[in-house]
């Protein structure tokens, strides 16, 4: 029973795991900005993103170990948003307010 007071203060002291996401949601392409490529690729929609307001920008930055890569994973991300704005389809986005950046993008049939 004593040691229950040190028990409770080390529960408090430990790292908390960080959130990898603010958001997930659906949302409707309304504008693409291919022009950064292979490094980026900024998206449009038609809904609030957690602190990023319907409208706004949200950027998908290329992901992977090495260039070619990362070129192949935004020019997949840029055919997803493409073909979304294009068939009228919506998309599950998940991202972080801190930079409307997104984590996760799925296209849903």
């Not at 040691?3 to 392409?29: C, G, R």
């Not at 992977?64 to 998309?91: E, F, H, I, S, Y």
Request: proline share 6%; with cysteine.
């Amino acid at each position: 029973m004593k040691h229950i007071p040190f028990i409770i203060l080390a529960t408090f002291l430990l790292p908390l795991p960080l959130q990898a996401h603010d958001w997930s949601l659906e949302a409707k392409v309304t504008r693409v900005e291919p022009s950064y490529m292979p490094y980026k690729v900024y998206l449009q929609i038609d809904t609030d993103a957690g602190q990023c307001t319907a409208g706004s920008w949200i950027q998908w930055i290329a992901r992977g170990d090495d260039q070619a890569t990362k070129a192949a994973n935004t020019q997949a991300v840029l055919a997803v948003a493409m073909t979304a704005l294009v068939a009228g389809k919506r998309l599950t986005l998940v991202g972080n307010n801190g930079d409307c950046s997104l984590n996760f993008v799925h296209l849903i049939p």
